[in-house]
């Protein structure tokens, strides 16, 4: 099955890290994303989301030391259910998103320290480094270094598609006034 999470949105409160007895950077942030609409009668209307998100390693540090409620970020991740009982024996259940990276979204003027980080990083993502016993196997099975007669290959390839499709897209003539944005 394919379990994979991409959103956007600002944080509804300060980071929360903690340290695992391994060593490793734990943190959670919570989510808010919201998603405008028209409404059958013409209204609009707005639909908000709250989750929240599990972060681990350097990329647990990083969000801690740069992010605070209101920031902008993106994560990518996937879905997990969690379940618990509270004091009262009632049943508790949630989805939170267990982040895989992270971007900075906000705009370069409003957190500076936070500008420097992606300013040297150059607007790299921030890759976990999950505890050892978090997940045994790789977090990209596609990301594996193709041999130099694949990229040769590649590369190759790539020089030669251009000049085949360069004349094969159509003008499109469209009236500005009919685009519904």
């Known amino acids: 099955m394919f379990n994979k999470v991409i959103m956007?949105?600002?944080?509804?409160?300060?980071?929360?890290?903690?340290?695992?007895?391994?060593?490793?950077?734990a943190a959670t942030i919570g989510l808010a994303t919201s998603r405008r609409f028209k409404?059958?009668?013409?209204?609009?209307?707005?639909?908000?989301?709250?989750?929240?998100?599990r972060l681990f390693g350097r990329t647990a540090e990083i969000a801690n030391q740069y992010l605070s409620k209101g920031s902008s970020v993106l994560i990518e991740g996937r879905l997990?259910?969690?379940?618990?009982?509270?004091?009262?024996?009632?049943k508790n259940s949630r989805h939170t998103i267990t982040a895989d990276s992270l971007q900075f979204m906000d705009k370069k003027s409003d957190n500076p320290q936070a500008n420097a980080m992606q300013d040297s990083m150059t607007h790299e993502n921030f890759n976990n480094a999950y505890?050892?016993?978090?997940?045994?196997?790789?977090?990209?099975?596609?990301?594996?270094?193709?041999?130099?007669?694949q990229n040769a290959y590649a590369k190759e390839n790539l020089q030669a598609q251009p000049s085949k499709y360069q004349n094969s897209v159509p003008e499109i003539n469209i009236d500005e006034e009919e685009i519904p944005f």
């Open 39 to 53: 409404k059958q009668d013409g209204t609009l209307g707005e639909e908000v989301c709250f989750i929240d998100a």
């Open 80 to 90: 997990t259910y969690e379940s618990w009982m509270d004091q009262t024996g009632k």
């Open 131 to 149: 505890p050892a016993n978090h997940n045994a196997l790789s977090q990209d099975p596609f990301n594996q270094a193709p041999s130099y007669a």
């Open 8 to 25: 956007v949105g600002r944080l509804t409160r300060n980071v929360e890290l903690k340290y695992l007895p391994s060593g490793s950077a």
